[in-house]
T-cell receptor, first 108, second 117 residues
Framework: AQRVTQPEKLLSVFKGAPVELKCNYSYSGSPELFWYVQYSRQRLQLLLR??SRESIKGFTADLNKGETSFHLKKPFAQEEDSAMYYCALKKYGNKLVFGAGTILRVKS | GAVVSQHPSWVICKSGTSVKIECRSLDFQATTMFWYRQFPKQSLMLMATSNEGSKATYEQGVEKDKFLINHASLTLSTLTVTSAHPEDSSFYICSASPRVFLTYEQYFGPGTRLTVT
């Protein structure tokens, strides 16, 4: 079965500290993974996708098939990064399976 | 671009009544729209996939007679919660995928908060 696990409900870091939001997945096929972000009182929006291998707002994520992980990283956290982050896996029919989400709080 | 709207943003209804939620893609045509449900402080759970001009496909455990989905055009999908009960109270979110070959991106609406009293 397809499953996305985000083990941390809340991650609190100081401004300027590195950030790593963990995501592990379970999928029998070739996975397509995404990170979505939801800022306070805003809609869910795509942050990045593993296929693009891009860096958005300083965030990167590398797909590690051996460890079945897709952790989100940023070397220096900023206060405006505070938000809810969801890891998602695309399965057949373009359907998304979401993890439980991790709240990132960046303290000044 | 790629804006998805939902209406209403919040609704309160009495137990036993039905309520309709609209999802519109404002500046693109959506071959597929998805409906999610989100409980407080929990993740989004996919309820159903809606394709224009065909019947919606529901995820396991979702009652299709209770959650009626109609995708009448390439820019509009509706979710009707029939005979609503307090346990149907939730945050309902739709997303839409543009009519572009091989695209996989979903654009999300702002959500509709339903409260059944």
């Amino acid at each position: 079965a397809q499953r996305v696990t985000q083990p941390e409900k809340l991650l609190s870091v100081f401004k300027g500290a590195p950030v790593e939001l963990k995501c592990n997945y379970s999928y029998s096929g070739s996975p397509e993974l995404f990170w979505y972000v939801q800022y306070s009182r805003q809609r869910l929006q795509l942050l990045l996708r593993h296929i693009s291998r891009e860096s958005i707002k300083g965030f990167t994520a590398d797909l590690n098939k051996g460890e079945t992980s897709f952790h989100l990283k940023k070397p220096f956290a900023q206060e405006e990064d505070s938000a809810m982050y969801y890891c998602a896996l695309k399965k057949y029919g373009n359907k998304l399976v979401f993890g439980a989400g991790t709240i990132l709080r960046v303290k000044s | 671009g790629a804006v998805v709207s939902q209406h209403p943003s919040w609704v309160i209804c009495k137990s036993g009544t039905s309520v309709k939620i609209e999802c519109r893609s404002l500046d693109f045509q959506a071959t597929t729209m998805f409906w999610y449900r989100q409980f407080p402080k929990q993740s989004l759970m996919l309820m159903a996939t809606s394709n224009e001009g065909s019947k919606a496909t529901y995820e396991q455990g979702v009652e299709k007679d209770k959650f009626l989905i109609n995708h009448a055009s390439l820019t509009l999908s509706t979710l009707t919660v029939t005979s609503a009960h307090p346990e149907d109270s939730s945050f309902y979110i739709c997303s839409a995928s543009p009519r572009v070959f091989l695209t996989y991106e979903q654009y999300f609406g702002p959500g509709t908060r339903l409260t059944v009293t």
